[in-house]
């Protein structure tokens, strides 16, 4: 491996992977929260207890943007799966994107939460 | 003898011994599954984050109202299967890359599957639930 110039491509594959077992370790989450859901209101309370926290906002919000990210850049592989974007600056172009584009989105959803009244 | 020799000796012929198989045995059908997944996943995003804003702030029994209309339910289903799917075949990739001994990977690869069918299942069963107002 050393004999390879770290890309930003190849960062970014590794991050690919990364993001995509934390989403899915995350699905649990999600799977606690739907059951809550349909288990009661005490169950649910412990679910906002615990989203609610500043520990579980860092989470969900580690969350989204996992997703974000994780949904741009497999674009970016559809894309190249399509047989386009392999030219250098292309690829530059398309991982940036994804990069940027998934850290702006999360910004983007977590503002609209807060402002239609999520933040409570 | 050599693979060159088979290949004159069988009767089949290269394209059909080859068909259907690949490094994972199942030929292309991950790969494709994976990527039918990952665009109704994506068509998906902005209804199910849309839903998710919509129960931010409510208690049980909004969340349990909004989850269980049909348009609602339909969407988060779709989304569960998609994705307990989709994250099946990606975490069998990883395994199959990185799990170099047999048995640990077979071991491995059936949990994965568990996982993904236990998550599915009960978010599906949920869904169900609030649905049929049970």
Known sequence: MQVYRWTLTMALSIVHRATGIALYAGTLLLAWWLVAAASGPAAYGHVQAFTGSIIGRLIVFGYTWALMHHMLSGIRHFVWDLGYGFKANEREALTWGALIGGIALTVLIWIIAYATGGGR | MSAADTAKRSMRTPLGRVRNLGAAHSGTSDFWRQRLTAVAMTLLMIPVLVIIMMLLGRNQAGAK?????????????????????????GMQVVIEDYVHNEKLK?????????????????????????????
Request: no cysteine; hydrophobic share 70%; proline share 2%.
């Open chain 2, 106 to 134: 077979l071991v491995s690869i059936m949990l994965n599957n568990f996982f993904a069918a236990a998550v599915a299942l009960a978010s599906i069963y949920a869904i169900l639930q609030l649905s049929s107002g049970v």
């Open chain 2, 65 to 89: 109202q909004i989850l269980g209309s049909l348009p609602v339910a339909i969407i988060m289903l779709l989304f569960i299967i998609a994705s307990a799917w989709h994250m099946k075949i």
